[in-house]
């Protein structure tokens, strides 16, 4: 199990460049592999479309992690390729981005629909505030949002048209009803802070996925690769070698 491949993918307005403190960090003696969202090379495309496309990107058989969008991506890949992806770490992942009348753990959906508005007519704008909410409630904060925007400028922004499309994908995504077809060991990493995605998303992930833990990242946000990187990055070291 050592030897397989570590797929790293980037959460929702984020590109590939969010991991490279992790990568630096890492010493698995395996491949580590970051793509950036292939999404963004088609005017439409569905998610089983960017899945089929990444499966074709890495090796057949490989440990998938996901950071929040990234997260859900990974519980359908693990689910349309059982056979290819052998472990899961999903961060700061819910399986429902929304609420609803019986799903309490997301983003108000009014609240949702402004921010996309934002993002269709200002989406620098809505990035920049995007960044601070993933950080907002971690104990620190501040250096948080620092290091989190000096990650995500080494490259250019998304444009607009892929961050709708994705804002699409987690409006409708609900992969509540599909947990229990997911049998792959996992990991599942939250911060206890978490405002986008509250720390009780993780808890539910971890309860209805078989072969699933969870780790709690203590005073950590959305983004607990950044807020502790070392301890991060040995809990997904272990976990690969297992």
């Not at 998610?47 to 490989?62: S, W």
């Not at 950080?135 to 490259?155: F, S």
Request: charged share 20%; glycine share 6%.
């Amino acid at each position: 199990m050592s030897a397989l491949p570590l797929v790293l993918l980037h959460g929702w307005g984020a590109h590939a460049g969010v991991w490279s403190e992790v990568i630096a960090r890492l010493d698995l003696g395996h491949t580590v592999i970051a793509p950036d969202d292939p999404a963004e090379s088609a005017a439409d495309i569905s998610i089983n479309e960017v899945i089929d496309r990444l499966a074709g990107m890495v090796p057949e058989q490989c440990v998938v992690a996901g950071w929040s969008l990234g997260g859900q991506l990974a519980l359908q890949w693990a689910r349309r390729y059982p056979r290819r992806v052998r472990k899961l770490i999903l961060v700061s992942t819910t399986p429902r981005f929304l609420t609803a009348p019986d799903w309490s753990h997301g983003m108000d959906a009014e609240d949702f629909s402004q921010f996309a508005g934002l993002v269709a007519t200002d989406s620098a704008q809505a990035l920049r505030r995007f960044l601070l909410l993933q950080t907002r409630g971690d104990a620190q904060a501040r250096k948080v949002a620092r290091q989190l925007e000096a990650a995500l400028g080494t490259r250019p922004n998304p444009e607009a048209p892929l961050l709708m499309r994705t804002l699409d994908w987690l409006r409708d995504t609900d992969l509540r009803t599909v947990l229990h077809d997911i049998a792959q060991p996992a990991l599942v990493v939250h911060g206890d802070c978490d405002r986008i995605t509250p720390f009780a998303a993780g808890e539910y992930l971890a309860a209805q996925l078989a072969g699933a833990r969870l780790e709690r990242m203590s005073g950590a946000a959305h983004v607990p690769f950044v807020s502790d990187p070392a301890a991060f990055s040995r809990l997904i070291a272990e976990f690969c070698n297992e």
